[in-house]
């Protein structure tokens, strides 16, 4: 059994720093990106843009992959990209992040980008285990020396196999490998790596996924071969499917726990969740304690936890929207 660190090792400190956002309000999933997607609007999206660097985003994510709102063919992305990229740097000098599974999306946008209008590296986001041409993604982070997310909820299996990391061990260790493959095959240092902890739902969340990333966190923080690496977690996932009203206090209560332990970077919406709650806001505590409700007790199984957790969060969203 995979024994989990105690979170009295995370940091301690009083004051959570802010992290460095990634912005992804250019994303399909917003109704603003969705009408200059479906108009090819482009100054839309460089109102996007230029939005996100001004209230300080570190990136700029670009996502303009289909949603359950709109149909996009891969086609479609690889035609537009040639357009949005150069005119989204004309904007801003805010680097960019290219977020998309298929090498061809990021093959075209680092034909389009423009290294010497951007103030850092570009980002590739995101390399997992089970991607189909992970060694020529890693070549290509290499070639074109970029900085690059890793998703640690996929792991490597022993018989060559991947799959869904269930247990902060197997994240943890396919944090190293990723760390491994990219600093020996495509020369990045470990300050060239985010890690992507995973990070689900919270009120519906029957795997215990939520504690699994943190946990993962706490792992590669306390490994001395890891000091360096960067964290960063799709912070919207986290309260889908909880009252709009509270939305935005969860995810912000989320960017204080995770920065105690390491989290310094986070995709983001600027507009409404790119800032930790104050560490003594009374739904610190309250989400600290749904989250140990997550944790399987002797002969429970995960799911009989997760459905304790997520009764403990309905509950707290009730507390709070009644206030």
């Known amino acids: 059994m995979t024994t989990t660190p105690s979170s009295t090792t995370a940091p301690t400190a009083a004051d959570v720093p802010q992290p460095k956002i990634i912005g992804e309000l250019i994303n399909n999933a917003y109704a603003r990106a969705r009408r200059a997607w479906e108009a090819r609007d482009v100054s839309g999206f460089q109102h996007l843009a230029k939005l996100q660097a001004d209230a300080g985003a570190e990136f700029v994510n670009l996502n303009i992959d289909g949603t359950q709102k709109v149909a996009v063919r891969v086609e479609e992305m690889l035609e537009f990209l040639p357009i949005l990229i150069p005119a989204v740097q004309e904007v801003t000098d805010v680097s960019l992040s290219f977020d998309n599974p298929n090498i061809a999306y990021h093959r075209v946008a680092l034909e389009a980008f423009d290294r010497s209008k951007s103030r850092c590296k570009p980002l590739f986001n995101s390399l997992a285990a089970s991607r189909e041409d ?24 022993p018989d060559g196999s991947t799959g ?159 206030e």
């Open 164 to 322: 869904q990391s269930l247990d902060p061990q197997q994240s943890y260790e396919a944090v190293k490998h990723f760390v491994d493959l990219l600093v020996d095959k495509a020369g990045r240092t470990v300050d060239d790596i985010i890690v992507d902890p995973g990070l689900a739902p919270v009120g519906a969340d029957t795997y215990g996924l939520v504690n699994i990333g943190l946990d993962t966190m706490r792992l590669c923080t306390a490994d001395p071969q890891l000091k360096g690496l960067h964290y960063s977690v799709g912070l919207s996932n986290f309260a889908w499917g909880t009252p709009k009203a509270i939305k935005p206090l969860l995810e912000r209560a989320y960017l204080t726990i995770g920065g105690r332990i390491g989290l310094d970077y986070a995709l983001a919406n600027v507009e409404a969740n790119a800032t930790p709650l104050e560490a003594d806001h009374p739904l610190i505590a309250d989400l600290e304690a749904a989250l140990e409700q997550g944790r399987a007790n002797d002969g429970e199984t995960a799911e009989d936890a997760g459905f304790r957790q997520a009764e403990q969060i309905m509950e707290l969203c009730n507390d709070y929207i009644d």
């Open 134 to 157: 992970l060694d020529e993604m890693i070549a290509m982070i290499g070639e074109h020396d970029m900085r690059c997310i890793v998703m640690a909820s996929e792991c490597f299996r």
